[in-house]
């Protein structure tokens, strides 16, 4: 059965450094997410991607992220500058259409910032 | 801003039992509702998807109802095994993203 893959599953950087979280989505799907969940409180939109533009974000999703998809596999979520609080699990979801189907969610990366 | 509310937070019964769990949200436009299991330190699992226009959806041993004027869900786990045990997210969408609730933590003692 197809799955949304995620790597790294554990990254461990220093505040101030950049990081890149990789998703592969399933390779129908048309739409991308990210998510994330602090240890402890709920998962948490971050943005939506389509057609190569981002479709919607949240107040979270500020100039410290970006999000590409590189080619015709990859999604990344970039971090430009790494505080503390955004040590966190970052999920990656996709769905084939928007607002009828399912999102399909990966395994996380685990992002520890010290 | 859609809020979401899942109770009770946590949940123990014993093997066999039926349970239902309750969710909660206060903007009514959506266009689905996912349910999800977690496992402690795992992602999310996918369980079911009610569209808006449903009153019920069913798979296997679960079934969810969606009764979107009065904002709320229900997730029916019939014959409850110790591999249930599991926190349980509700998630409604719209505005183009899902809004988790804290979960439910269930646990099925043996």
Not at chain 2, 42 to 54: A, E, H, M, N, V
Not at chain 2, 69 to 94: E, H, K, N, V
Request: glycine residues 6%; charged residues 20%; proline residues 5%.
């Amino acid at each position: 059965e197809p799955e949304v893959t995620q790597t790294p599953s554990h990254q461990v950087t220093q505040m101030g450094q950049e990081v890149i979280l990789r998703c592969v989505p399933i390779s129908n799907h048309l739409y991308f997410y990210w998510y994330r969940q602090i240890l402890g409180q709920k998962v948490e939109f971050l943005v939506s991607f389509y057609n190569n533009e981002i479709s919607e974000k949240s107040e979270i999703f500020d100039d410290q992220f970006s999000v590409e998809r590189p080619d015709g596999s990859n999604f990344t979520l970039k971090i430009r500058s790494t505080k503390l609080e955004d040590s966190a699990m970052y999920f990656c979801a996709s769905s084939v259409q928007w607002g009828v189907s399912e999102q399909y969610f990966g395994p996380g990366t685990r992002l520890t910032v010290t | 801003k859609q809020e979401v509310t899942q109770i009770p937070a946590a949940l123990s019964v014993p093997e066999g039992e039926n349970l239902v769990l309750n969710c909660s949200f206060t903007d009514s436009a959506i266009y689905n509702l996912q349910w999800f299991r977690q496992d402690p330190g795992k992602g999310l699992t996918s369980l079911l998807l009610i569209q808006s226009s449903q009153r019920e959806q069913t798979s296997g041993r679960l079934n969810a109802s969606l009764d979107k004027s009065s904002g709320r869900s229900t997730l029916y786990i019939a014959a409850s095994q110790p591999g249930d045990s599991a926190t349980y997210l509700c998630a409604p969408f719209g505005n183009e993203k899902l809004t988790f609730g804290t979960g439910t933590r269930l646990t099925i003692i043996p």
